[in-house]
């Protein structure tokens, strides 16, 4: 998989009519896939686009995104996908920090000003041939540039090869032992970086997606892969919550799924054995991974979850982590350092920013900026962050974010925010606020005005009055002591 593209095309020239993608009642062949991928690039080409230009997409729909991916990459672009949920304002400075040529819509509605916009809608595309004259993005050319909240909380935009991304696809296909039969079912977001890579690590085995907007939960999302012929799934550990917490012992569940992929976030060790116990024939891969490795990291494999509860696993193939004191000298197995990663798949930097690249890319390795530590098998624990960006439900969260937003908002004299776990998401944000004139809080005024500042995901899930915030006497929040108060 060192070139998706070649892979794809390989696929629908062998057995043009295979399933490829099933989305919202829409389905396509390999064929008619790369047949619309064709008219896109077509008209990319015709934009004027020119080779080695960046092509921003602002895309909710599974088919639409995918057929703009691998257009893009036809085209011989970088691709940027951006997330359409984000204030209007986080947009207009990711597409001038990216600077694309083009960007792809699915509508007409309110898009940042500069680049050219066109339609972006794959079941409005006819399929067509690849034209002659393009020059497709090489394997070791810019292919992506993916937006990450990063260790500063600013937006990063990370650049990868297609090598690199196709790279890590196909290792996780080994891992996982796919095949050409089997089909995943996800329905996180096709621009997160997860989105991305299910797909083509299907695509790397030669299977078939099945994408769904909005979560499902419980006996309706096995229901739901049943009834779409689905042999496994890949989403976040509030997934897997929420399917196993409903079931009763002994429930009937729907067969014909074999794995199941968990990643972004923290898998509890009572999900794991409620899991095994309810799904016996479900094979459950724990995974870690990070959008500078584009995607997936470290596996844990279901032989490997009773013995190593709590590890994230070992490195992919050609990967290495290791773990090193602050002065950057290696510790021993067992005890606890900062995360670095080496090997191929690691990203080549950050867009425009040489000094945070810099930074990152060490002659170790790259520096994670999480903490943990690793056994003599060479499987990894991870124990956190050593910054305030946490993961709620899967998708990183900035709580320096959320604090500057909160007094953006001109009604509080001071504010903090903490994470505090959560049994579904992981974690989750509260805030803790001094009303600048002693008035009631009026949570949903609040939360209101949040909504024009902050992605869905960064709200607070709690807003939580004080008179006074405890602060150290160098002005930090006493972390503990909010703690404390959110527990009451």
């Not at 870690?288 to 990291?297: D, K």
Request: charged content about 20%; some cysteine; glycine content about 12%.
């Amino acid at each position: 998989m060192d070139n998706a593209l070649e892979t794809l095309l390989d696929l629908a020239r062998e057995q043009p009519e295979r399933p490829l993608l099933t989305t919202e009642g829409r389905s396509f062949t390999r064929a008619g896939f790369v047949g619309r991928a064709a008219a896109l690039a077509g008209r990319l080409a015709d934009s004027g686009l020119a080779h080695g230009e960046r092509v921003a997409t602002l895309l909710e729909e599974y088919d639409n995104f995918f057929v703009a991916m691998m257009a893009a990459w036809l085209a011989g672009a970088a691709l940027v996908p951006l997330n359409k949920s984000l204030p209007a304002a986080d947009l207009e400075w990711l597409v001038a920090k990216a600077a694309p040529r083009v960007l792809l819509t699915e509508d007409d509605g309110a898009a940042p000003e500069g680049p050219l916009r066109l339609p972006a809608v794959a079941a409005e595309l006819p399929e067509a041939s690849l034209p002659a004259a393009l020059a497709p993005v090489a394997p070791d050319e810019l292919a992506m540039i993916m937006f990450t909240s990063g260790t500063t909380g600013v937006p990063k935009g990370v650049c990868h090869t297609l090598r690199a991304i196709g790279g890590n696809a196909g290792r996780v296909a080994r891992v996982l032992g796919l095949t050409a039969d089997d089909r995943i079912f996800i329905n996180t977001p096709p621009y997160f970086t997860s989105g991305i890579c299910h797909f083509l690590t299907l695509l790397a085995a030669g299977g078939s997606t099945v994408g769904r907007r909005g979560f499902f939960f419980g006996d309706g999302l096995l229901a739901e892969m049943a009834e779409l012929g689905c042999t496994g799934f890949g989403g976040a550990p509030a997934h897997l919550v929420r399917v196993v917490e409903p079931l009763a012992d002994g429930a009937t569940v729907p067969g014909g799924v074999r794995f199941w992929v968990s990643s972004g976030d923290h898998l509890s060790l009572d999900t794991i054995a409620r899991a095994r116990r309810l799904l016996p024939d479900v094979a459950l891969f724990n995974m870690y991974g990070l959008t500078e490795v584009g995607g997936r990291l470290c596996v844990l494999p279901p032989a490997e979850l009773e013995r190593r509860r709590g590890s994230v696993g070992r490195p992919l193939a050609d990967m290495a982590v290791t773990v090193r004191a602050p002065d950057g000298a290696p510790v021993p197995d067992g005890e606890q350092g900062e995360l670095y990663v080496d090997g191929p798949l690691v990203m080549g930097g950050y867009l425009d920013e040489p000094r945070l690249t810099d930074a990152a890319l060490t002659a170790r390795g790259f520096r994670t900026g999480d903490f943990g530590h690793r056994d003599a098998d060479g499987f990894v624990w991870v124990a956190g962050r050593k910054d305030d960006i946490i993961k709620r439900g899967g998708e990183k969260v900035s709580i320096v974010h959320i604090q500057e937003a909160l007094r953006t908002l001109g009604r509080f004299a001071d504010v903090a925010v903490i994470a505090v776990d959560d049994a579904i998401l992981g974690h989750v944000p509260v805030a803790f606020v001094v009303p600048a004139d002693g008035a009631p809080v009026k949570r949903t005024a609040v939360m209101r005005e949040l909504r024009g500042l902050l992605p869905a995901s960064s709200l607070p899930s709690r807003i939580v009055p004080l008179d006074e915030i405890p602060r150290t006497g160098s002005g930090k929040a006493v972390r503990g002591e909010l703690l404390k108060l959110a527990a009451t």
